[in-house]
Structure formats: structure tokens, C-alpha cells
């Protein structure tokens, strides 16, 4: 079992950077491969990045490749997901989840999600 938690939403201008957060609790973390996804107004869930278990391999959608960093660190059993150069359209709720699938972009490979962190960028 695993339980994630999200922080470091917050309303920013276009162009700003922030740092999301998801800690997880559970002695077994780093046996999982871990994801961002989010959720805009009136859109479905999507995928943004996702981390293998050391953290050594990460992939990302087209939408924010070169923009956004995935990095975790097991020791403190937390993932990262570093914006830089953030868009309006990147304004969503966004949701860490855990796979033991690698590289997975589909939510539905997701056993364990966190409550979501809001993120929203102004223009």
C-alpha cells in the first residue's frame, strides 16, 4: 500500500517556475514507478511525466518536453515534477500516481494516486 501526497501548487504568472511535490508513505515506494498526470476544467486527465523507480530513465509528453523535470528521490521517498516557462494552458489540478509498470502514460496502469495539487497560471 502506498499513499501519496501532493504540495506546491499555487497561482503563478506565465513564465514562472514552480515545484510540485509528492510524498509517499509506505516502505515499499521505490518498487514503483511513479507519474504526473493532470486534469484542466473540463478536459480529460492527462499525462504529463512519468519516472522509473531509481529515477535513472523519465519520459514526458509532447506538451511540456523540455519545460518540465521529473526527479525523485527514494531516501526521502518523494518525486518531483520541476515547471519552468509555465503556459496558461498548463493549469490544471495535478495528480502524482505509483505503477509497477515502467513508463506507463496511461491512467489507467495507476494503482495509487495522491488528492491533487492546484496549479494555475495567469497570462
Known sequence: QVQLVESGGG???AGDSL????????????????????????????????TSRSGG???????VKGRFAISRDNAKNTVYLQMNSLKPEDTAV?????SPKLHETSYLEYNYWGQGTQVTVSS
Open 11 to 13: 497561482l503563478v504568472q
Open 19 to 50: 515545484r510540485l511535490s509528492c510524498a509517499a508513505s509506505g516502505r515499499t515506494f521505490s518498487s514503483y514507478n511513479v507519474g504526473w498526470f493532470r486534469r484542466a476544467p473540463g478536459k480529460e486527465r492527462e499525462f504529463v511525466a512519468a
Open 57 to 63: 530513465t523519465s519520459i514526458y509528453a509532447d506538451s
Open 94 to 98: 495535478y495528480y502524482c500516481a505509483a
